[in-house]
């Protein structure tokens, strides 16, 4: 049974994963991914921060600790063995789709090209590609969602022509890649430490300058103030640093010792989508 306090815990993650859904909504990542992901990170955590006197955990532990099933544990660690982040990745029903209009042969010319399809006339179509690739997903809703990034062309005589092997939403570039690296990832270790009942140090700094009310006429002002303010803390901040990357270059070259150290500095706006 939930208690009070993890019903709080999970009410304050569903405002945090709005954000990041909205997010990889916009960078064609599906819940599907996320979740298998989600799953292998939980999985891999268990292994690694809750073995008994320094042994591994075994599956069955995991299995209690995270609530997935033993068969569902054993096949994420059986594919977590040698493999690459990317492993866990399962491609979406738009993804799947493209791939197989432009290597099917049931979907390509003499010459080894996609076709162009008719939307529902005749065989193959757009249609049945949908049905044999997309599982239950609308027709419909698959080519207002391919055209939307620009996947396929719509040609007279309800015909369309598919113009990229990839699902790649427009605009996708390296910022969340980087944001959730060096942004997310950084901002919730540091939650973690914080939170980490058998922590015997000091928390690490977290905090948050914020007041509610702000007239948007405002907002520009207020963001620029930060930007330049945020930018001469940050530079100071890794001056200071680089100080004591070179000690320790010359103390050791153990790189078991060493750790990535920093601050984390963003300007946020929640009454914004973007």
Known sequence: MTSPLQKRILDALVVALKPLARALLASGITFKQFEEISKAAFVEVAASDYGIRGRPTNNSRIAVITGLGRKEVKRLRDRESGRSPSGFITES?????????NNDPDYQDKEGA????????G???FVSLVA???GDIPPGAMRTELSRVDAIEELEGERIRVTTPYFVPPGLGDRLI?????????????????CDPKRKEEPRFQRVASVDGIHSDFHSEIEKYAREHLTTIGL????????????????????????QLGIGLYYYNLGEKN
């Open 93 to 101: 029903p738009a993804s799947m789709l493209l791939h197989h209009w």
């Open 114 to 121: 996609p076709l162009i399809l008719s939307y529902d006339d």
């Open 123 to 125: 065989a193959p179509s």
């Open 132 to 134: 044999k690739y997309a």
């Open 178 to 194: 980087i944001g959730l690296e060096e942004g997310a990832a950084t901002l919730l270790s540091t939650l973690a430490h914080n």
């Open 236 to 259: 100071d901040f890794c001056t200071y640093l680089d100080s004591y990357q070179r000690r320790s270059f010359a103390k050791s070259s153990d790189e078991e010792g060493e750790s």
